[in-house]
Antibody, heavy 119, light 107 residues
C-alpha cells in the first residue's frame, strides 16, 4: 500500500527557514515524479513544485521560485522541501503527492504538515 | 499559465440529488483533467483522471465528461459521504493548476 508521510512543519518567524520531508513507502519511489501542493487556511489547493525521478529537474510556482528548493534522496525514499525567506503568505498545510507515471495527475497524497509563518 | 475556472463555488443539495460541477480551462487541455474530493482535515483524494476515467475504488455514481476546454464532474445520486469540497486540476503542462473548489453542502 502506498504511504506518504510529511514532517517538519511548525511555527517559524518571517524571513526564517524550514525543511519539510516526505517519506514514501509501498512503491518503487525512484520511478515516480513527486510534487508539493499547499493549502492556506480555508483556501484552495495550490501547486508548489515538482521533481523528476532522479532529482535532476525541478519546477516551481512563481510565488516560491528562488526561495524554495525541492530535492530527493532515492536511497531513503524521501523528498525534501527547503523553504527559505519565509513570508506570512507561505502559511499553509503542505502536502506531498505522487504523480502517475504516464499522465502526471496526483494519484496519492500525504496527510499534510502545517507551516505557520508568524512573529 | 493555464487557468481553471470552476463553478459553482458552493451548492446545497439533498441526499439522492444529481449534482454537476463544471470546470473551464483557459485553453484546450486535451482531456488532461483530474477531479479530487477533499473532506475537512483530510488530504485530497483522486476521483477521476483523463476527464472520465474513474480511479480504482471510487463509486460509480461519480462520472466525468468533457473535452477541449470544458469539463464536468457529475454525482448521479448524492450520498452522505459525498458532502465535501471538489477540485478540478489540469496536468497538461507546468504549472499544474487547480480550480477554486466547489463545496457541496447539505440542504
Amino acid at each position: 500500500e502506498v504511504h506518504l508521510v510529511e514532517s517538519g512543519g511548525g511555527l517559524v518567524q518571517p524571513g526564517g527557514s524550514l525543511r519539510l520531508s516526505c517519506a514514501a513507502s509501498g512503491f518503487t519511489f525512484s520511478n515516480y515524479w513527486m510534487h508539493w501542493v499547499r493549502q492556506a487556511p480555508g483556501k484552495g489547493l495550490v501547486w508548489v513544485s515538482r521533481i523528476n525521478t532522479d532529482g535532476t529537474s525541478t519546477t516551481y510556482a512563481d510565488s516560491v521560485k528562488g526561495r524554495f528548493i525541492f530535492s530527493r534522496d532515492n536511497a531513503k525514499n524521501t523528498v525534501y522541501l527547503q523553504m527559505n525567506s519565509l513570508r506570512a503568505d507561505d502559511t499553509a498545510v503542505y502536502y506531498c503527492a505522487r504523480a502517475d507515471q504516464s499522465a502526471y495527475y496526483f494519484d496519492y497524497w500525504g496527510q499534510g504538515t502545517l507551516v505557520t509563518v508568524s512573529s | 499559465d493555464i487557468q481553471m475556472t470552476q463553478s459553482p463555488s458552493s451548492l446545497s443539495a439533498s441526499v439522492g440529488d444529481r449534482v454537476t460541477i463544471t470546470c473551464r480551462a483557459s485553453l484546450d487541455i486535451s482531456n488532461s483533467v483530474a477531479w479530487y474530493q477533499q473532506k475537512p482535515g483530510e488530504a485530497p483524494k483522486l476521483l477521476l483522471y483523463a476527464a472520465s476515467y474513474l480511479e480504482n475504488g471510487v463509486p460509480s455514481r461519480f462520472s466525468g465528461s468533457g473535452s477541449g476546454t470544458d469539463y464536468t464532474l457529475t454525482i448521479s445520486s448524492l450520498q452522505p459521504a459525498d458532502f465535501a469540497t471538489y477540485y478540478c486540476q489540469h496536468y497538461y503542462s507546468s504549472p499544474w493548476t487547480f480550480g477554486q473548489g466547489t463545496k457541496v453542502e447539505i440542504k
